[in-house]
């Protein structure tokens, strides 16, 4: 189905700035599909990875990416957002690693790893709906959409949170690196030739820095509402 005829939301923003889930309860309150289109080229950076493929290498970047072996899976309700597996192993964690970020925002920025990514995002809106969390969702993979949100938060604030998922999850990490790896990577997304972070002309800026996700969740629903998508 193409997007005209399934209601689209996007929520477009830096890492850090709660889209990811404030995606997956978007999604799970209104029984709506859900993108994680970061997901996919953090998948195709560890599958370069994993398989010795270098991050400038665009032509077998793009045959990866097009070829991803990858399932998305329904978490239990506290999962936010699903399990991911690549190639038959759970690469949930694995893929929120600093480093495979990075490597993900670099080769977002080559021009035929987005075309083969791009016919694939599309695919995922279906009815009921699609929920779509990305950088470029509202500009680029559903330009159409009728409800568009930039959520964006400061870049100290964005590292704290980060900062705090990480320890939960028992990795070590700096709070100072992840402050420079969060601006580098900002500078990466916005500055690149391909697609930059922006908002769209008709997207929503919402500042989370002082918000709680529920506030967030809470202003997106409304403007659905304003929008009579629900």
Same mark, same amino acid.
């Given at each position: 189905?193409?997007?005209?005829?399934?209601?689209?939301?996007?929520?477009?923003?830096?890492?850090?700035?709660?889209?990811?889930?404030?995606?997956?309860? +978007?999604?799970?309150?209104?029984?709506?599909? %859900?993108?994680?289109?970061? &997901?996919?080229?953090? !998948?195709?950076? $560890?599958? /370069?990875?994993?398989?010795?493929?270098?991050?400038?290498?665009?032509?077998?970047?793009?045959?990866?990416?097009?070829?991803?072996?990858?399932?998305?899976?329904?978490?239990?309700?506290?999962?936010?957002?699903?399990?991911?597996?690549?190639?038959?192993?759970?690469?949930?964690?694995?893929?929120?690693?600093?480093?495979?970020?990075?490597?993900?925002?670099?080769?977002?920025? +080559?021009?035929?790893?987005?075309?083969?990514? %791009?016919?694939?995002?599309? &695919?995922?809106?279906? !009815?009921?709906? $699609?929920? /779509?969390?990305?950088?470029?969702?509202?500009?680029?993979?559903?330009?159409?959409?009728?409800?568009?949100?930039?959520?964006?938060?400061?870049?100290?604030?964005?590292?704290?949170?980060?900062?705090?998922?990480?320890?939960?999850?028992?990795?070590?990490?700096?709070?100072?690196?992840?402050?420079?790896?969060?601006?580098?990577?900002?500078?990466?997304?916005?500055?690149?030739?391909?697609?930059?972070?922006?908002?769209?002309?008709?997207?929503?800026?919402?500042?989370?820095?002082? !918000?709680?996700?529920?506030?967030?969740?809470?202003?997106?629903?409304?403007?659905?509402?304003?929008?009579?998508?629900?």
């Amino acid at each position: 189905m193409i997007e005209n005829s399934v209601p689209v939301v996007t929520i477009d923003g830096p890492g850090g700035s709660g889209k990811g889930t404030v995606c997956g309860l +978007l999604a799970r309150e209104l029984g709506w599909h %859900l993108l994680d289109s970061g &997901a996919l080229y953090r !998948l195709t950076a $560890l599958a /370069a990875i994993n398989h010795g493929v270098s991050l400038d290498d665009e032509a077998s970047l793009e045959v990866l990416a097009a070829h991803l072996d990858v399932q998305f899976v329904a978490g239990d309700g506290d999962q936010v957002p699903p399990g991911i597996i690549l190639e038959g192993e759970p690469v949930e964690k694995a893929i929120r690693q600093e480093e495979i970020g990075l490597g993900a925002s670099k080769i977002a920025a +080559l021009p035929a790893v987005r075309s083969a990514l %791009l016919s694939r995002q599309q &695919a995922f809106a279906e !009815l009921p709906g $699609l929920v /779509a969390d990305g950088r470029d969702m509202g500009t680029v993979v559903f330009p159409n959409a009728p409800v568009k949100i930039f959520l964006t938060a400061s870049a100290e604030e964005r590292a704290k949170r980060r900062f705090i998922q990480l320890q939960e999850q028992g990795v070590d990490v700096s709070l100072d690196r992840l402050l420079e790896d969060i601006i580098r990577r900002d500078e990466q997304d916005a500055n690149r030739a391909v697609a930059p972070m922006i908002p769209a002309d008709d997207a929503i800026v919402l500042d989370s820095t002082k !918000l709680t996700i529920q506030e967030v969740l809470a202003r997106v629903l409304e403007e659905m509402r304003k929008k009579a998508v629900i």
